[in-house]
């Protein structure tokens, strides 16, 4: 995740810092002053109302027992408190069983083909074969894009017809995967957010189709988010993790003026992991997420008021 952080100044995570620096250098004493302006940065930051008001109270009851009684404990309890809600342990990695079928989901827009393909290029890097699925067959286009990122990658895709059934196209790639040993299956997904009975009926069959013709295969279902959303991420993660139940999230576009904080949010209220985040448009731009150094670069580390005359 270094590549985002390095570039602070015009990033979430550098804007963010330099609003709470403010607060505590302007109250180094924790009060309800404080707190009630790092509540709106928090909320501001696109981090909602109820997982807000969870971190705020928690920082309050520790100033009224005399925990925190300067801005450094402030920060650091806060940075922990997140890290807490961010971090969801192993499940930040993607299973090492092989051969692994990833499914990707994501409305139209979201970054969704160029996270597969950077998801791509990460596993040839570490020298795992890849197979590409063209599975959302509803979208003006997606095959031939998804088509380009593979010829681009040398990496094959199969692919239909457009409005095909995505479940004769999951068959057909698991069927080309067997046949060349393929470690990695990506499948692009359902691009929209439909009606959750045709959502489901779709997704279902696609399930039933690698559990009857490839039921070793390990399985994570990733839902790509466009950090630029902002609160309607949350919708969408509740609408797509109720009918497909997935595994992590993909947050892209966190290099430009994403506010961010959502992770924070869908961590939180629906106990998901954040398995990768998109800091560019390059191709190795997809580095993995990590609960600690996410918090520590929203929060920064020493508070810095001494070294302003405080």
């Not at 705020?56 to 009224?64: E, G, H």
């Amino acid at each position: 995740m270094s590549a985002l952080f390095n570039n602070q100044k015009k990033s979430f995570f550098g804007r963010m810092q330099e609003r709470i620096e403010e607060v505590l250098l302007l109250r180094p004493r924790p009060d309800e002053d404080m707190l009630e302006e790092l509540e709106e940065i928090l909320i501001t930051s696109d981090i909602g109302l109820e997982t807000t008001a969870a971190m705020i109270d928690t920082l309050r009851s520790a100033i009224r027992n005399e925990r925190l009684t300067d801005a450094q404990q402030v920060k650091d309890e806060i940075r922990k408190i997140t890290t807490a809600m961010l971090d969801k342990g192993s499940l930040h990695g993607m299973s090492d069983h092989y051969p692994l079928i990833i499914m990707v989901i994501g409305v139209n827009g979201s970054g969704k083909t160029t996270s597969i393909a950077k998801l791509a290029r990460r596993y040839m890097d570490e020298g795992k074969s890849v197979l590409l699925v063209a599975a959302d067959t509803f979208r003006a286009a997606a095959a031939e894009q998804l088509c380009v990122w593979g010829e681009r990658l040398s990496v094959p895709v199969i692919r239909h017809k457009e409005g095909a059934d995505p479940s004769a196209v999951v068959y057909d790639g698991i069927s080309a995967a067997k046949a060349r040993r393929v470690d990695v299956v990506i499948c692009d997904t359902a691009g929209r957010l439909q009606t959750k009975k045709n959502l489901m009926a779709e997704l279902s069959k696609m399930y039933r189709v690698i559990d009857r013709e490839f039921p070793d295969a390990a399985r994570e279902t990733l839902l790509v988010l466009d950090a630029n959303t902002g609160k309607n991420a949350i919708s969408q993660t509740r609408e797509f993790h109720d009918v497909a139940g997935l595994t992590g999230i993909i947050l892209t576009k966190m290099d430009g003026t994403a506010k961010g904080g959502i992770v924070v949010t869908i961590a939180d209220v629906f106990d998901l992991p954040v398995k990768f985040i998109g800091t560019g448009e390059g191709l190795k731009d997809l580095e993995p997420f990590d609960a600690k150094t996410f918090a520590d670069s929203i929060f920064g580390g020493e508070y810095r008021g001494e070294e302003n005359g405080r």
